[in-house]
C-alpha cells in the first residue's frame, strides 16, 4: 500500500538536547496509525516536526513530495491538520468562527462559505450545534475536544494528525472522541495519532508505533502490540486488553 505519509530518520532537539532520534514510520493512505509512548517520549515534538512548527533533520514525504522545508501554512495547505494536544480552541471565538477559521486554510472564500463543512461537522459531533453561538472558551473540555476535531476537519485534511485526544477528560467523553476517531476510520480518513493511553489507541489504530525517549522499540498491528510485554512493560504493568475505559459520569 502506498504510505501518504513517510517520516525518514527524523531527529528532533531543543536547543543542544536531542529528544527525537532519528525515527521512521509511515502512515499509509486511509489507515489509523498511533504513535504510542509515555509522557515525554517525543510524540508532541514528532508532530511539530511534521507539522513544520519544530526544526528537525530528516526526510518528510507527503503523498510522495518532501514537505521537510515548508512553512506550517504550506503544509496545511498540503492537506495535513493537527489537532495539538490541550485542544487549543479560539477562546474568545464563537464555535461557529472557530469551524471556519478551520476551513480559512482553504482560503479567504472557504472561511465565507464554510456551511457544507459545518454540517458535516456537526453530523459528527451533533452536540456542537445548540453552541454555535457560544464563545469556545465557555465550553466544557470534551466539547473543546470535539470542536479542536471539527476545526481541524474543516480544512478538508487527508491526513488528520490527532495529539493525545483524550488527555485530561472523562472516560464517557473520551469514548464519543473515539467513535468519532471510528468514524472516520471507516469513512477513510487517515490519521496519525498520539496516545499515551495504550489501551484506547489499540482500539482504534490499523498499526502503530512505540516510542520511548524518543526512539522507536516496538511495531505492529494493535493484535500484536496487544500482547507486546513491551508495551505493557511501558504503560500498564498489567494486561492491555482487561482495561478498557469504564462509561462512568463525564
Ligand atoms: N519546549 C520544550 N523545550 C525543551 N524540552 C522540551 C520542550 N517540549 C518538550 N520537551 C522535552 O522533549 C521530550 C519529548 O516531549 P514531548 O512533549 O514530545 O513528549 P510526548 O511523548 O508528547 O509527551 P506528552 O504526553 O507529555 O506531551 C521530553 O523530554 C520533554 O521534556
Redesign the pocket.
Known sequence: MTALLEVDDLHVR??R?P??HGISFTVPEGRVVGLL??????????MRAIMGQRSATGRVRFDGTPIDSLAPHKIVARGIALVP?GRLVFKTLTVEKNLRMGAYALGRTAFWQAEAGIDEVLTLFPELKPLLRREAGELSGGLQQMLALGRALMARPRLLVL??PS?GLAPLVIERIYEAVLLLKSRGTSILL?E?NARLALRSVDYAYV?QT?QIVEQGDSEFLRSSSRVEEIYLGGDVESSTPSPTAS
Not at 37 to 46: E, I, M
Open positions: 531543543y536547543g538536547i529528544v527525537v509512548g509515555a509522557n515525554g517520549a517525543g510524540k508532541s515534538t514528532t494536544e495529539d493525545e488527555l498520539a499515551q516510542l524518543g
